[in-house]
């Protein structure tokens, strides 16, 4: 059960789960709780600390002492630490599991799912970490004009400092890891800030690192209210790099964020283009998983199909087939479509589907809404006026546009001012590779939905979907610098002969 067991000491004796401070579970000083609201019930299920700016200052000053001496701790021992975090995680992945249920109402076996597959990337991190941390360049002069060979440069990678990781509700557990194992096998510390649902999922994963026995003060995890501590985080002096993914409010972290590198996933307006070659059954069944898995909160959701006319009524029955057969209730049953996360974020959706509603799309289903639950909706002849053409809904709600050519489909996925991913379906694997070319987003996926995994592959967004890539190199990379030594010879050598 969440906070009892291994993870007793997380959680205070009214109940509070504590935040994570130098090595410690602490109650903060401010006294005050923040309520985590479960979707399902619409009522308080967890409560977590409000810290102070004083408390960050604290966590900031020994994240950056801890830093220094994990810089010089052996690559193979960071490695050795981090798989062991990821068994421990996997070990626990049941009360883990369970927070993500109650707090972001993720089906009970994709909440299993987001927990295994951290710890899997946790260890994939270590080893790839290994591999490329361990190797440098070296380079000659002479190959630049007006050279001798006089000078040998050398290069490695080297941390950054403290790394400050802000996920987002719908992955809290594995898009935290996504930032904190990179960061940590690169030599930095961590500074976590979870998203207030999901929160306590975070803090129990977190406890799964300090159970590994990583330093006091490498990892920390602070919890409160944006209002208080949100810019104070993302502004400090201290911190030397900020992972985020989630919503708008990237885009004002890099606006106020100082001359520190970013890596920022935003969201994104993914379109399906389905040709008349495509396989009608394969589009369909990605439509709906693609769209309605975890009742569309996914950044890589498909977020618009763009279908040409002549195979639209085909698609459009098959998918109506298979949203007919979504489960819809509570996550604790495993239903395919559970609450959405707040009731300002259901409230949002159905202004989108009111919208459109009223400018003559066509409604597959009945819309039905109780409480922060939607039951899935596919909206047919969805028109470029329409918000819902243009907007992220992140719930199951889902326009179809009908197109006449495939150049109509591109125009619609570019004019988007995200570029996230976007999918293609034909059989025609030449026409397939131009339309990928041609559409400006992150990643295309050919015959598939849109989906961030594998984890290790390059995940990044186009304009405002983000800055920087993502996946397990990638950020790596990301999170270290690149030093120079260069070793400079009195006299030209050259190799023998
Ligand atoms: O932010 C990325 C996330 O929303 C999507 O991840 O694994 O569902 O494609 P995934």
């Given at each position: 059960m969440a906070g009892s067991g291994v993870f007793a000491e997380i959680r205070d004796g009214d109940g509070v789960f504590r935040y994570y401070s130098d090595g410690e579970w602490k109650a903060s000083a401010s006294g005050k709780s923040v309520p985590i609201i479960?979707?399902?019930?619409?009522?308080?299920?967890f409560k977590v600390q409000a810290c102070t700016q004083e408390e960050v200052n604290k966590i900031i000053e020994s994240a950056k002492a801890a830093q220094k001496l994990w810089a010089k701790t052996p690559l193979w021992k960071r490695a050795e630490l981090l798989h062991r975090a990821a068994a421990i995680l996997k070990e626990h992945k049941a009360p883990i599991a369970e927070c993500l249920v109650k707090e972001i109402a993720k089906p009970a076996k994709d909440a299993v799912t987001e927990v295994v597959r951290s710890g899997d990337l946790i260890s994939y991190c270590a080893e790839e970490g290994v591999r490329i941390l361990g190797e440098g360049k070296f380079l000659v002069s002479d190959s630049f004009p007006g050279n001798e060979r006089t000078k040998y440069c050398l290069t490695s990678k080297i941390p950054l400092g403290v790394v400050l990781a802000i996920p987002p509700f719908n992955y809290p557990v594995n898009l935290a890891v996504s930032k904190i194992a990179p960061a940590l096998i690169a030599g930095n510390s961590i500074v976590l800030k979870p998203p207030t649902q999901g929160a306590v999922a975070a803090l129990h994963m977190v406890h799964c690192f300090h159970l590994a026995g990583?330093?006091?003060?490498l990892i920390s995890c602070v919890t409160g209210k944006g209002s208080e501590i949100g810019d104070f985080l993302t502004m400090h002096?201290?911190?030397s790099c900020i992972s985020f993914t989630g919503g708008d409010t990237g885009v004002a972290i890099s606006k106020k964020a100082g001359m520190i590198p970013l890596q920022m996933e935003l969201g994104g307006k993914d379109a399906c283009i389905i040709l008349e070659d495509a396989d009608v059954d394969l589009a369909a069944a990605n439509v709906v998983k693609g769209g309605f898995s975890y009742s569309g909160q996914r950044c890589t959701a498909v977020k618009v199909v763009l279908v040409m006319e002549s195979v639209a009524d085909k698609l459009v029955e098959k998918v109506n087939a298979k949203v007919q057969k979504l489960t819809v209730g509570a996550p604790e049953d495993d239903c395919d479509i559970t609450p959405v996360v707040t009731e300002s974020s259901a409230n949002f959706i159905e202004g989108l589907v009111m919208d459109a509603k009223q400018k003559g799309a066509t409604f597959c289903q009945e819309y039905r809404r109780e409480g922060n639950l939607i039951w899935p909706l596919l909206l047919d002849?969805?028109?470029?006026?329409?918000?819902i053409a243009w907007e992220?809904?992140?719930?199951p709600v889902l326009p179809v546009i009908r197109i006449n050519s495939v150049e109509e489909g591109i125009h619609h996925c570019n004019a988007s001012n995200f570029g996230l991913q976007g999918c293609v379906f034909t059989r025609d694997i030449n026409k397939a590779i131009l339309i990928s070319d041609a559409m400006e987003t992150g990643t295309v996926q050919i015959n598939s939905a849109p989906a961030?995994?594998?984890?290790h592959f390059p995940f990044q967004g186009l304009k405002d979907s983000g800055i920087g890539s993502q996946g397990i190199t990638n950020s790596i990379s990301m999170m270290t610098k690149i030093k120079t030594t260069v070793i400079n010879l009195p006299a030209p050598s050259y190799t023998m002969g």
């Amino acid at each position: 059960m969440a906070g009892s067991g291994v993870f007793a000491e997380i959680r205070d004796g009214d109940g509070v789960f504590r935040y994570y401070s130098d090595g410690e579970w602490k109650a903060s000083a401010s006294g005050k709780s923040v309520p985590i609201i479960n979707p399902t019930t619409r009522s308080t299920h967890f409560k977590v600390q409000a810290c102070t700016q004083e408390e960050v200052n604290k966590i900031i000053e020994s994240a950056k002492a801890a830093q220094k001496l994990w810089a010089k701790t052996p690559l193979w021992k960071r490695a050795e630490l981090l798989h062991r975090a990821a068994a421990i995680l996997k070990e626990h992945k049941a009360p883990i599991a369970e927070c993500l249920v109650k707090e972001i109402a993720k089906p009970a076996k994709d909440a299993v799912t987001e927990v295994v597959r951290s710890g899997d990337l946790i260890s994939y991190c270590a080893e790839e970490g290994v591999r490329i941390l361990g190797e440098g360049k070296f380079l000659v002069s002479d190959s630049f004009p007006g050279n001798e060979r006089t000078k040998y440069c050398l290069t490695s990678k080297i941390p950054l400092g403290v790394v400050l990781a802000i996920p987002p509700f719908n992955y809290p557990v594995n898009l935290a890891v996504s930032k904190i194992a990179p960061a940590l096998i690169a030599g930095n510390s961590i500074v976590l800030k979870p998203p207030t649902q999901g929160a306590v999922a975070a803090l129990h994963m977190v406890h799964c690192f300090h159970l590994a026995g990583f330093p006091r003060g490498l990892i920390s995890c602070v919890t409160g209210k944006g209002s208080e501590i949100g810019d104070f985080l993302t502004m400090h002096p201290g911190i030397s790099c900020i992972s985020f993914t989630g919503g708008d409010t990237g885009v004002a972290i890099s606006k106020k964020a100082g001359m520190i590198p970013l890596q920022m996933e935003l969201g994104g307006k993914d379109a399906c283009i389905i040709l008349e070659d495509a396989d009608v059954d394969l589009a369909a069944a990605n439509v709906v998983k693609g769209g309605f898995s975890y009742s569309g909160q996914r950044c890589t959701a498909v977020k618009v199909v763009l279908v040409m006319e002549s195979v639209a009524d085909k698609l459009v029955e098959k998918v109506n087939a298979k949203v007919q057969k979504l489960t819809v209730g509570a996550p604790e049953d495993d239903c395919d479509i559970t609450p959405v996360v707040t009731e300002s974020s259901a409230n949002f959706i159905e202004g989108l589907v009111m919208d459109a509603k009223q400018k003559g799309a066509t409604f597959c289903q009945e819309y039905r809404r109780e409480g922060n639950l939607i039951w899935p909706l596919l909206l047919d002849h969805v028109q470029p006026d329409m918000r819902i053409a243009w907007e992220e809904p992140f719930g199951p709600v889902l326009p179809v546009i009908r197109i006449n050519s495939v150049e109509e489909g591109i125009h619609h996925c570019n004019a988007s001012n995200f570029g996230l991913q976007g999918c293609v379906f034909t059989r025609d694997i030449n026409k397939a590779i131009l339309i990928s070319d041609a559409m400006e987003t992150g990643t295309v996926q050919i015959n598939s939905a849109p989906a961030r995994g594998p984890d290790h592959f390059p995940f990044q967004g186009l304009k405002d979907s983000g800055i920087g890539s993502q996946g397990i190199t990638n950020s790596i990379s990301m999170m270290t610098k690149i030093k120079t030594t260069v070793i400079n010879l009195p006299a030209p050598s050259y190799t023998m002969g």
